[in-house]
């Protein structure tokens, strides 16, 4: 059974820290990793992807894969109020479906 | 560039009862997959679609069933619907099933009563 754990939070930072949200995977064969962000009552809109060990960045995120450890997290600077959501870890190999966590909440507080 | 559209937004439906869920995928995209997300809870995968066929599906009972249409829209068929099919349902599409970015619709609310 492949699965995506993340810590279901919530994860409370204080406005303008950085936020750090942690997702571990069992299949090591997976190769493509992704960060989704839902809003309460939404669907969830992509953030980011991450293919290669290392660190990835994008504006105020960035996503850190180490396959070794089967670990993935996704950093975010200055965190905002509107940063508030639930935010998914997803993992797949090509031509399979993605498979998610159950999400960490995060709570951005002003 | 329109994204992924489904309709209906929200509906309730009686134990028992048959639903329908439409998808239609955002311009360019071949591949549908539909996932449920009960609350609290990370989606989960039921199947997809590719070249009008079922290529995956997740671990779902028969009562779930699907289409592809020639133009790459979707639906998604619940039959026998139990209290537990109460969901959000999500369709996302992507170019070909490769499994990379995938995007998703706004979902459809589904409440059995």
């Known amino acids: 059974q492949k699965e995506v754990e993340q810590n279901s939070g919530p994860l409370s930072v204080p406005e303008g820290a950085i936020a750090s949200l942690n997702c571990t995977y069992s299949d090591r064969g997976s190769q493509s990793f992704f960060w989704y962000r839902q809003y309460s009552g939404k669907s969830p809109e992509l953030i980011m992807f991450i293919y290669s060990n290392g660190d990835k960045e994008d504006g105020r995120f960035t996503a850190q894969l180490n396959k070794a450890s089967q670990y993935v997290s996704l950093l975010i600077r200055d965190s905002q109020p509107s940063d508030s959501a639930t935010y998914l870890c997803?993992?797949?190999?090509?031509?399979?479906?993605?498979?998610f966590g159950k999400g960490t909440t995060l709570s951005v507080s002003s | 560039d329109a994204g992924v559209t489904q309709s209906p937004t929200h509906l309730i439906k009686t134990r028992g009862q048959q639903v329908t869920l439409r998808c239609s995928p955002k311009?360019?995209?071949?591949?549908v997959s539909w996932y449920q997300q009960a609350l609290g809870q990370g989606p989960q995968f039921i199947f997809q679609y590719y070249e009008e066929e079922e290529r995956q599906r997740g671990n779902f009972p028969d009562r779930f069933s699907g289409h592809q249409f020639p133009n790459y829209s979707s639906e998604l068929n619940v039959n026998a619907l139990l209290l537990g099919d109460s969901a959000l349902y999500l369709c996302?599409?992507?170019?070909?099933?490769?499994?990379?970015?995938?995007?998703f619709g706004e979902g459809s609310w589904l409440t059995v009563v």
């Open positions: 997803a993992v797949t190999n090509p031509g399979t479906a993605l498979i």
């Open positions: 311009s360019g995209h071949d591949t």
């Open positions: 996302a599409s992507s170019p070909g099933t490769a499994g990379n970015t995938i995007y």
